[in-house]
């Protein structure tokens, strides 16, 4: 247990429902990474967060994703009229930026699946 | 549980002997390098790091090893053990170490026998 939950552990959507998952960081970290990850391939970068601000959005995070961190603590990640392309492995990170240790530490991670 | 990486490059060793794992990285700029196991089920474990200026860092049974010149990196297990048995990402980042996204290699599954 690396100290990041991730909830829901798995969720089963129809196509064109919004689904939105929650990421709760290790407490004293700054920064909140999601990747999505799918059978066979590494993880593929989403967003980041420093704090509160987005600092980064990948490409592959269409206008259907959004991500929030309001506070600075947990995250979430919303997918709007999802797609079965959507099914995949959705996996939050968090680092810190201070005390010269910058590993990203992962959650267990989200499985969705669109059906 | 969750299957991960059905149709990845395996190594196959056997207990006790040592695997090396390869992996190409594609940004000539990427001054930081991860290690990460996966088992089923379950996000990316940290194994180790290493720096741009570093060419090897070793920990408590691996090794990591950097060539810029070629770039490729590579990890070193020694003793492998069952419970080593996962898939091994390599990643690279191309920000100043480590606050920027990471960026994952195809991975390498390592199954360890008796």
């Known amino acids: 247990d690396t100290g990041v939950s991730q909830d829901p552990r798995h969720k089963i959507t129809k196509r064109g429902q919004n689904v939105t998952f929650r990421c709760d960081p290790i407490s004293e970290h700054n920064r909140l990474y999601w990747y999505r990850q799918t059978l066979g391939q590494g993880p593929e970068f989403l967003t980041y967060f420093q704090n509160e601000a987005q600092l980064e959005k990948s490409r592959l995070l269409s206008d259907r994703f959004s991500a929030e961190r309001p506070k600075g603590s947990f995250s979430t990640l919303e997918i709007q009229r999802t797609e079965q392309g959507d099914s995949a492995m959705y996996l939050c990170?968090?680092?810190?930026?201070?005390?010269?240790?910058?590993?990203?530490?992962f959650g267990p991670g989200t499985r969705l699946t669109v059906l | 549980g969750e299957s991960v990486g059905l149709h990845l490059p395996t190594l196959s060793v056997q207990e006790g002997d040592n695997s090396i794992i390869n992996c190409a990285y594609s940004?000539?700029?990427?001054?930081?390098f991860i290690w990460y196991k996966q088992e089923s089920g379950k996000g990316p474990q940290f194994i180790i790091d290493i720096r741009s200026n570093m060419d090897k860092r070793q920990g408590q049974r691996v090794t990591v090893l950097l060539n810029k010149t070629v770039k490729h990196l590579s990890l070193q297990i020694a003793a492998t053990q069952p419970g080593d048995s996962a898939v091994y990402f390599c990643a690279e980042s191309g920000g100043h170490y480590n606050t920027d996204k990471l960026i994952f290699g195809t991975g390498t599954r390592l199954q360890v026998f008796p």
């Open positions: 940004n000539s700029a990427s001054d930081y």
């Open positions: 990170a968090s680092s810190s930026t201070s005390g010269g240790a910058y590993e990203q530490f």
